[in-house]
């Protein structure tokens, strides 16, 4: 109150009249809290909020950033509140990922960032593409300007380069001054308005950042080519400011272009999701609403359409086409029984399906999350990047001011040449590509990999898979499918066929992972009486005769574990009778994923060592490992005998990638360097590990090395420009050999240059993947 009665007992009061809008007082910041109260509704945030136990994630959109310096802004204001665990903005996608307290408000983080003068609202898949494409054509409208203001000034400007050479009037100079001048301002203070606004507002929070830069270099030549049009003498500069302008916004929009090109390989997966479902209930059908479904509600999917949420099929036999969850395109054959993907698409028949999850519980949802988890968390490296730009900002600041200086005092070149001098130097070093160099590559390598089924869960995985030169190998679900199938079957006193009829009868209700070998097998089943399941095997009734099928010391004490002479590669189950007689022995054996030879070669050739670790008897791991030709193994390893491996190989400084699938895998995972998951792995495996195999192919591990190298080598040649770049541009400009507008041309190329370079990851091979 004390300054405004100053400013209008001083006369001042015309200083008002300058505004576009009021300032925000308290209450209108009331009003704003209040507004986004509903954010902190428990239904509200049921969609975009995941809670575990006292600590809360939230995603949200951002709007209102023009580069780099503004996430890195967000990021480091959001950090000082009391109760943020993490705050990490990705670019490239403009969404802020949020870990907090339940201790504090979610409308109060987004007040703050409202405060910081740009807008957050929760993600949703739809929103938020309605969102991009009104930021397109904002920045298009914004572009065509600067385009056509361009083209003018310098037609202008071409007159007045030409008159000056043939003696044109003063008056006929003033008049194309003053037409380029009122062609330029619609240009500077509509087309340039972005850079203004973010640099000035990032100055208000004592933050330097390169639309600060841009926007000082631009108002202080504008300023002086006003005032020499004013004053009749000197040069204006109106046609450069322009040409300027035009660069930098036309460099800005391909930019965007190529990162949402980048960012939409993998489409958002919600948007793909059905609306509406069938759902069954008192023998009618019922349209709702997807998000409506419960576990235990009973829907129909007809052909063509979509699965809705997670579930087991109860009726119908049909293929789906799982390739937007797991990157497989080849349709997967489904039957009762079997389970069914949220997202997955029905080919063939109508299916009939319980609901076992359905919303943000869905496998999709979960793998979804995952996704923009990885987008979202900055690796270290690229938060050291950051850091050095903000540094680099405040250094060419100072090396700008150090030049006007030098030039107009010390040169004695006068003002006007120090002046644009300064501005070339502002231009020509604004960090832009330095910013890029690394989020560039690191988004686009995060969507190729995710594409073919490999997400990535912590931030450090890019970084270390390039390094990694031991992997070591679970065997049961890893390396096998964990599916048993019979390869054997010798005849005691039973023929095989009648042996087999007997056994398939057997285990016919069990539900045990050997059972499966015994489902496989095509033969008319008899009816078992008094069944009952041990935990060595199973029993049952067959007209009238107890028989019994397991362990070979489940039929008797005395029992070999094999018959005589036979291979112990395989797993040797026994039929026995009442009179624990042994009838005929089954031989059956986990089944080798087909492209597991594939990987190891590819490994191999990228000199990385395979080691691999089992609990299974040694012949059965010794068997599998001359199958995959891997020299060095371990067999009948306990969780704690795995991890002392780990330990031993640590020590010898040697890079370890671990991957698994089961429970007794998650000490290990938690352990090693770099962890990787089957997505059919245990829960807890999955959340101990760095990253997932989604759709279990194992090529696509060699494919993820590969392209993390590619990444690396990505990033060190972008930063390495930009270095380069900056440091071969700057001098000259110092010395005056590089104009304002050549200044915005050059920063403009370098930094679609480090884009376009990381789009490169997109179609590149890689052999043995």
Not at 171 to 184: H, K, M, P, S, Y
Not at 320 to 340: F, M, N, R, Y
Not at 658 to 671: E, H, K, M, S, T
Not at 714 to 743: E, R
Request: aromatic share 8%.
């Amino acid at each position: 109150m004390a300054v405004a009665e100053t400013i209008v007992n001083q006369g001042l009061g015309d200083y008002y009249l300058q505004r576009q809008r009021p300032a925000l007082t308290q209450s209108d910041l009331e009003q704003l809290s209040s507004a986004d109260e509903d954010l902190d509704h428990p239904a509200v945030q049921a969609e975009f909020v995941h809670t575990q136990g006292d600590q809360c994630q939230a995603e949200l959109v951002l709007s209102g950033m023009t580069c780099t310096a503004c996430s890195w802004l967000i990021e480091r204001q959001l950090r000082r509140l009391k109760g943020i665990t993490a705050a990490s903005v990705n670019f490239s996608t403009q969404r802020l990922l949020l870990g907090y307290t339940r201790s504090l408000p979610l409308s109060q983080i987004v007040l703050q960032i409202e405060k910081l003068g740009y807008h957050a609202r929760p993600f949703i898949a739809r929103e938020y593409e309605a969102e991009l494409k009104k930021t397109a054509q904002i920045a298009f409208r914004r572009l065509a300007v600067a385009g056509l203001g361009a083209m003018q000034s310098m037609m202008f400007a071409l007159g007045l380069y030409l008159g000056a050479a043939q003696d044109m009037s003063s008056a006929t100079r003033d008049f194309l001054r003053f037409i380029t001048f009122i062609v330029c301002t619609p240009v500077v203070f509509y087309a340039g308005w972005p850079f203004y606004l973010q640099g000035f507002r990032a100055l208000r929070h004592r933050q330097l950042t390169m639309d600060f830069s841009l926007s000082v270099g631009i108002l202080l030549g504008y300023a002086a080519s006003v005032l020499a049009l004013l004053e009749h003498r000197g040069e204006t500069y109106f046609d450069s400011i322009s040409m300027l302008i035009f660069f930098v916004t036309t460099g800005r929009f391909l930019e965007s272009r190529a990162r949402q090109s980048s960012s939409t390989l993998h489409a958002n997966l919600d948007a793909l999701m059905p609306a509406l479902a069938w759902k069954q209930q008192d023998n009618q059908l019922l349209r709702i609403a997807s998000r409506q479904l419960q576990p235990g509600d009973t829907i129909l999917v007809k052909t063509g359409e979509r699965i809705p949420c997670d579930g087991i099929i109860l009726s119908g036999s049909s293929t789906t086409d799982e390739a937007l969850l797991t990157g497989e395109v080849i349709p997967v054959k489904k039957t009762p029984g079997q389970s069914a993907l949220a997202g997955s698409l029905n080919l063939d028949q109508p299916l009939q399906i319980r609901v076992t999850a359905s919303g943000s519980a869905t496998t999709l949802a979960c793998f979804e999350r995952l996704m923009r988890q990885a987008l979202s968390i900055k690796p270290h490296t690229a938060q050291r990047a950051d850091q050095i730009a903000s540094w680099f900002i405040a250094a060419v600041f100072m090396l700008a001011s150090a030049t006007f200086f030098y030039v107009a005092y010390g040169l004695h070149q006068g003002i006007e040449a120090a002046l644009w001098r300064t501005v070339s130097v502002l231009i020509v070093t604004c960090p832009c590509a330095l910013a890029l160099a690394l989020p560039s590559a690191w988004t686009m390598s995060t969507h190729r990999l995710a594409q073919s089924g490999f997400l990535i869960a912590k931030p450090h995985v890019l970084e270390a898979l390039p390094d990694i030169d031991t992997v070591l190998f679970d065997k049961t679900g890893t390396l096998t499918t964990g599916t048993f199938k019979i390869m054997t079957v010798v005849s005691n006193l039973l023929d095989k066929e009648q042996a087999l009829q007997l056994a398939c009868s057997l285990e016919a209700p069990s539900e045990h992972p050997l059972a499966q070998a015994f489902a496989e097998v095509d033969r008319p089943l008899l009816p078992v009486d008094h069944w009952q399941r041990f935990a060595d095997g199973v029993e049952g009734q067959i007209a009238g005769t107890r028989y019994r099928l397991g362990r070979p010391r489940f039929i008797s004490p005395a029992a070999p574990e094999s018959p005589t002479n036979a291979t112990q590669a395989v797993h040797w189950l026994a039929l026995g009778d009442a009179n624990a007689q042994i009838l005929a022995w089954f031989g059956v054996q986990d089944t080798l994923r087909p492209e597991a030879l594939t990987l190891l070669t590819a490994l191999r050739q990228q000199s990385i060592t395979v080691v691999l670790l089992s609990g299974d008897r040694d012949p059965v791991v010794r068997h599998l490992a001359e199958q995959l030709q891997i020299t060095t193994w371990f067999s009948q390893q306990t969780p704690a005998d795995k991890l002392a491996v780990l330990q031993t190989y640590q020590k010898q400084h040697q890079r370890l990638l671990v991957v698994g699938d089961g429970i007794n895998d998650a000490p290990i995972l938690a352990a090693a360097h770099l962890s990787v998951a089957m997505g059919s792995a245990a829960p807890l495996a999955q959340s101990s590990a760095d990253a997932l195999l989604v759709n279990n192919r194992l090529s696509v591990l060699a494919e993820a090395i590969a392209l993390a190298r590619q990444t690396r080598t990505i990033g060190i040649q972008n930063l390495g420009w930009a270095v380069i770049y900056n440091a071969s541009m700057l001098p000259l400009a110092t010395l005056g050999y590089i104009p304002p507008w050549l200044a915005a041309l050059g920063m403009s190329c370098s930094s679609l240059l480090v884009v376009f370079n990381a789009l490169r990851l997109k179609n590149t091979r890689y052999a043995g993947t």
